[in-house]
């Protein structure tokens, strides 16, 4: 079955269907790729997956976060520069968010994803990643092009098979690797200065994006309509409840990263808008989360921004912070931002290689969202409180009223 394409998978399904399946998570609908997993068990002989270089250890558990960088859409065959420009602010952590590599470009259809291995080895190869990997923390996700294939969710044929080299290129967690999926929790800090990390997976999923009826004159952002189609899920039921727990437990400042964006409804590519009751969900289990922060990390859109919105179902003033890409830039800034008018940007949206930046001030409980650009200038900058600075100072007294004048 060397250089299995989907036309010799579909003339092979009689034999593939008398092939057992693999045990599944209960939650998780068999997908096409099921019937491969002969397959894969013998690919998994014949090659080595790419890993990427060895990275630095993560900070302690009670290590106090104050910068987290972070960014989204990096090229394998593109210069890899923007890596000593992140270095150079000295982040505690940086999270890389999705389209870590473009692995689906020259795809020619094999169930072996031969050109996703490929792009990670790749992008493994790069001295300048190497170098970053060695020096700066890091935890990832992915997103379609890195998952394996373009605007791809939880029908792609070969996500088993795309899990499984992601989790060994990055050398997933045992969290992660324990079950379908890549969605995970970090906690960093301690009483008073805690950051939770909550890391989700908008892909292995995800229902399919509702599209638009054809048309001679197309809108020129994006293919897809929202649907009111309740069967359709952003998260799977596992993941949601897995969501849901983790948001009872204590942090004083919530970081959650999703792959695309949430809050906007400026544009119809890949975003939360385009299933609304999943985004409600989202919105009311936020709100209903154990008192703490909360900021919202997102990529995608080969731009980057400063979002806030206040949904009714969250009940909360909600801040999103965009960044892409790394190296894979489509427009200029005054061009994209007047193409996407968008009344919860608070910024341009920054269409030049960008990264973000999160820095936490502790004391004064205010979060500063920022967008460096690919000499390390700022582009954007916004800092927001997240509950109400505490002093030690002693209250100040009204003034004693005057005596009457007689």
């Not at 590599?101 to 094999?110: A, C, I, K, R, T």
């Not at 394996?148 to 290129?169: C, K, P, Q, S």
């Not at 890391?199 to 229902?207: E, K, N, V």
């Not at 204590?250 to 939360?272: C, F, G, K, M, N």
């Amino acid at each position: 079955m060397k250089g299995l394409t989907m036309r010799s998978y579909l003339a092979a399904l009689p034999l593939l269907l008398a092939t057992p399946l693999a045990a599944q998570d209960a939650t998780v609908e068999a997908g096409p790729d099921t019937f491969l997993t002969g397959y894969y068990e013998q690919l998994k002989q014949r090659v080595e997956l790419p890993r990427a270089p060895v990275g630095a250890p993560l900070p302690s558990t009670a290590a106090t976060l104050t910068r987290i960088a972070f960014g989204s859409c990096n090229h394998q065959s593109r210069g890899q520069h923007m890596w000593g420009k992140i270095a150079a602010t000295n982040p505690d952590l940086f999270l890389l968010i999705g389209d870590n590599v473009y692995g689906d470009q020259l795809w020619n259809g094999d169930a072996a994803l031969t050109d996703l291995r490929a792009s990670y080895a790749k992008q493994a190869s790069h001295p300048e990643f190497a170098d970053f990997r060695s020096t700066v923390p890091m935890l990832t996700t992915w997103d379609d092009h890195d998952f394996g294939f373009n605007d791809g969710g939880a029908n792609f044929a070969f996500r088993g098979w795309a899990e499984d080299i992601y989790e060994t290129f990055w050398d997933a967690s045992p969290e992660v690797k324990s079950r379908p999926g890549i969605y995970e929790s970090r906690m960093f800090g301690s009483d008073g200065r805690r950051v939770q990390l909550l890391i989700l997976d908008t892909r292995f999923f995800r229902a399919d994006f509702d599209r638009m009826p054809f048309q001679e004159e197309r809108p020129p952002l994006g293919p897809y309509v929202p649907s009111e189609d309740a069967s359709k899920t952003m998260l799977g039921e596992a993941q949601w409840a897995w969501l849901e727990q983790e948001l009872a437990k204590p942090a004083d400042l919530r970081i959650l990263v999703s792959s695309i964006q949430v809050l906007t409804d400026a544009h119809d590519y890949e975003s939360w808008e385009q299933l609304p009751l999943e985004r409600r969900k989202l919105y009311e289990m936020l709100g209903a989360r154990e008192d703490s922060g909360l900021l919202i990390l997102s990529g995608d859109r080969h731009a980057g921004g400063i979002y806030s919105d206040t949904p009714l179902s969250a009940g909360e003033q909600l801040w999103e912070l965009t960044s892409s890409s790394l190296n894979l830039a489509f427009n200029n800034t005054a061009s994209n931002t007047a193409r996407e008018p968008d009344p919860r940007r608070l910024t341009d949206f920054i269409s030049e290689e960008n990264f973000g930046l999160v820095e936490i001030d502790w004391d004064a409980r205010e979060v500063t969202l920022k967008l460096l650009g690919n000499q390390g200038e700022e582009r954007a900058n916004m800092t927001y409180g997240w509950q109400p600075q505490i002093s030690d100072a002693p209250p100040i007294m009204d003034a004693p009223a005057p005596a009457p004048v007689e």
